[in-house]
């Protein structure tokens, strides 16, 4: 094999890989989570509330919030207004509101309320607030643990080395595969016993 082709298969092995560990980033950063309420229903709404990740942390801390019709259970992300209020059990002066946003919605079936670097560690009071055309439901309310911050996400550290070493081997490898000929090119080069 030539050395383009092994740099063809180094790109496509990091690749793979970055998009493997891009695609589990992903799906833990707006994951559904551990369920605070379920299919509770409040007022004209079902609502169902989870927090992700779990444990939060200081440097990521998310609501998701499922608003149904009780009827159908038919997602209702339409004019609908979701906020999150959080008090800070140690100090209830200490209070942070935040509103999840019609586009910031997860798979247009959530609501995603974020307080990434907002709070601190330590426990907090979160209340849940639901309104919209059909009314206004009940605050949803439960405590939650905030845990220091994870820090420095190492995992993209990890896939980018893997792929570093992944490039280099292959590389190494074609520099000491000695130059074959194929059995065509021997069958051409024989030459013709002279009688």
Not at 138 to 152: K, M, N, Q, W, Y
Request: glycine residues 6%; negative net charge.
């Amino acid at each position: 094999m030539n050395m383009a082709h092994h740099l063809r298969s180094a790109v496509a092995i990091t690749v793979t890989l970055c998009a493997l560990a891009g695609i589990t980033v992903l799906a833990n950063a707006h994951g559904v989570g551990y369920p605070q309420a379920v299919n509770v229903e409040n007022g004209p709404y079902l609502i169902s509330v989870w927090t992700d990740p779990d444990p939060l942390r200081e440097d990521e801390a998310h609501v998701v919030v499922a608003v149904m019709d009780p009827e159908t259970r038919a997602p209702l992300v339409e004019n609908i207004n979701v906020s999150v209020e959080m008090v800070n059990a140690a100090d209830p002066s200490v209070v942070v509101t935040a509103h999840a946003l019609p586009d910031n919605t997860a798979n247009l079936l959530m609501y995603v309320v974020e307080f990434n670097d907002l709070v601190t560690t330590g426990t907090w009071d979160a209340t849940v607030t639901v309104d919209g055309p059909w009314g206004e439901a009940s605050d949803v309310s439960f405590p939650l643990e905030i845990t220091p911050a994870r820090g420095f996400n190492w995992l993209w550290v990890g896939a980018a080395g893997l792929g570093v070493v992944v490039l280099l081997w292959l590389l190494f490898a074609s520099r000491k595969a000695p130059a074959t000929d194929s059995p065509a090119t021997k069958r051409r080069k024989r030459v013709p016993a002279s009688g």
